[in-house]
């Protein structure tokens, strides 16, 4: 499985940003897909992740209500779409893909399979 993430840059505080995660692989080495971040000096941090086949999304509390990941299917591409940025949300995005389904709830690192390059995020104040 690969992965390949873009969209990032730089945006205003307040402004909106989607990131894409193109997928490409055997289908059943990513039922899970994911949304990370890491800022400079800091652990990766869960954001959100979409079961593949059903689409059913899961989302960190820190990030719920800003952040909605989508996925099209058609194009083996799942999204991240932020709003309401804030400095804070500066950092280095990746996708990243699991093998298994139950991966979906668990929001750890350690539980996903392959990773993306990563693109990064900048939200100046």
């Known amino acids: 499985v690969q992965l390949q993430a873009s969209g990032g840059g730089m945006v205003q505080a307040g402004g909106s940003l989607t990131l894409s995660c193109v997928v490409s692989?055997?289908?059943?080495?990513?039922?899970?897909v994911g949304w990370f971040r890491q800022a400079p000096g800091k652990e990766r941090e869960f954001l959100a992740a979409?079961?593949?086949?059903?689409?059913?999304?899961y989302s960190a509390d820190s990030v719920k209500g800003r952040f909605t990941i989508s996925k099209d299917s058609a194009k083996n591409t799942v999204y991240l779409q932020m709003r309401s940025l804030k400095p804070e949300d500066t950092a280095l995005y990746y996708c990243a893909a699991s093998k298994y389904s139950s991966t979906l709830y668990k929001g750890v690192d350690h539980e996903y399979h392959y990773w993306g390059q990563g693109t990064l995020v900048t939200v100046s104040s």
């Open positions: 692989g055997v289908p059943y080495n990513r039922e899970t």
């Open positions: 979409i079961n593949w086949i059903r689409g059913t999304t």
